[in-house]
């Protein structure tokens, strides 16, 4: 079952212009993780957020988390042609804090 | 440092044959982790280490099968392969436990079932 849920599925925007994407998820969580994947590739990690944290910053990522409303947004400053990528949220299972629930992610293309 | 390495990359096998996919990561994390992903979706866990000679199953074991007798390894074995395990299989590992670190991930291996 999916825990988190990206939104929107897909997303094209000119390079320069700023990217957000969404998450919501369905239970309580002690932290939310996001990672890139670029086609072909395994995932990489770009930020965790614990529950206590509203904000955390990296770089041209900024992402926040809304526990009230169980939702958590990423949003990539001054997007690059490079940033084009799948960008998932992953957040703990139910139960256990040695799983991680990945969402279906969003496809970002940035174009040129 | 390599990170976390996978081997094959690539392999085409014929319904009912077996193979084991291998993964090695040179960090010493405790946790190793086996997730498939298929087309459009995210990854699903199918089995995980917490630690050497650990095994947990995850979200879709069935069908599969997993040893970690070196803590630097972990194994993933399909005994019967059946062409619904066509996927993009990944492992990862990591330090601490999954929801309060990062995971690590390999390149993956792609297999198909004919």
């Known amino acids: 079952s999916q825990q988190g849920e990206e939104d929107p599925q897909a997303l094209s925007i000119q390079e320069g212009e700023n990217a957000t994407m969404n998450c919501s998820y369905k239970t309580s969580i002690n932290n939310l993780q996001w990672y890139r994947q670029n086609s072909g590739r395994g995932l990489v990690h770009l930020i965790l957020i614990r529950s206590n944290e509203r904000e955390k910053h990296s770089g041209r990522l900024r992402v926040t988390l809304d526990t009230s409303k169980k939702s958590s947004s990423l949003l990539i400053t001054a997007s690059r042609a490079a940033d084009t990528a799948s960008y998932f949220c992953?957040?703990?299972?139910?139960?256990?804090?040695?799983?991680?629930?990945f969402g279906s992610g969003t496809r970002l293309l940035v174009r040129p | 440092n390599a990170g976390v390495t996978q081997t094959p990359k690539f392999r085409v096998l014929k319904t009912g044959q077996s193979m084991t996919l291998l993964c090695a990561q040179d960090?010493?994390?405790?946790?190793m982790y086996w997730y498939r992903q298929d087309p459009g979706m995210g990854l699903r866990l199918i089995h995980y280490s917490v630690g050497e000679g650990t095994t947990a199953k995850g979200e879709v074991p069935d069908g599969y099968n997993v040893s970690r007798l070196k803590k630097q390894n972990f194994l993933l074995g399909l005994e019967s392969a059946a062409p619904s395990q066509t996927s993009v299989y990944f492992c990862?590992?990591?330090?601490?436990?999954?929801?309060?670190?990062?995971?690590?991930f390999g390149p993956g291996t792609r297999l198909t079932v004919l």
């Open positions: 960090m010493n994390h405790e946790y």
């Open positions: 992953a957040t703990d299972a139910r139960g256990s804090s040695y799983k991680l629930i």
């Open positions: 990862a590992s990591s330090l601490l436990a999954a929801n309060t670190d990062t995971q690590y």
